[in-house]
Structure formats: C-alpha cells, structure tokens
C-alpha cells in the first residue's frame, strides 16, 4: 500500500516559492523524523530538511533561511516551503519518514516516488 505520497512540485522561475506536500498514511511511531531529500540528474540524493516530532529541525545549509519544513499531524502531511528558488534547486524531491531521529543520516525506512521541482533561470 501506498504510504507517502508527495505533490506541490512543478516548473517556476529562479526566485520563485512553491511548496510540497507529502500526505502520508504511516503510524506516529513510523514518523518520529520525517524529512525531505532531493536528487539533482547525475547526483546522489541528499538531505534538504528533517522535523522530529517533536520538533527537532535539520537544514542543508544550501537551503537554510529559504525553504522551512513543516507537518500537520492532524491531516498527516508534511510540508515543505520552498522561497527564493535557484536554478540549482531543480531535482526529484523525495518525502521520507522513519521512526529514530537519526535515520535522516543513516537511513530512513520509508519512501515516497517523489514530485520533480524544475527552477528556470
């Protein structure tokens, strides 16, 4: 069954905001750390933004003070505000969740198929 499923992504212009949605089916003990990973054409996927339940927060400093993650745990949806878009933000954007706080570094359990973010200059 399917548990996370991204929307929001689309083409904008560099300076641009769009924001993602990942609507997700998963318990609360699944979704302890819930980030966001993107993958640029020829890169490795990467880490843009983590949220603990609690409310812990993790930023790739190529990000910070543009894009803010969120969640709304009664409509089981995470979020991500995307401001000031570059051209270098263009990548498939991946939702994840995962029940210990450091799986954002070591390995997050579960896995949407993603929403593709495409910023022109």
């Known amino acids: 069954q399917v548990q996370l499923v991204e929307s929001g992504g689309g083409s904008v212009q560099s300076g641009g905001s769009l924001r993602l949605s990942c609507a997700y089916s998963?318990?609360?003990?699944?979704?302890?750390?819930m980030g966001w990973y993107r993958q640029a054409p020829g890169k490795e996927r990467g880490l843009v933004a983590a949220l603990s339940i609690d409310g812990r927060t993790y930023y790739a400093d190529s990000v910070k003070g543009r894009f803010t993650i969120s969640r709304d745990n009664a409509k089981k949806t995470l979020y991500l505000q995307m401001s000031s878009l570059k051209p270098e933000d263009t990548a498939m954007y991946y939702c994840a969740a995962s029940p210990l706080w450091s799986d954002y570094e070591t390995g997050m359990d579960y896995w949407g198929k993603g929403t593709l973010v495409t910023v022109s200059s």
């Open positions: 998963l318990s609360i003990l699944s979704t302890n750390v």
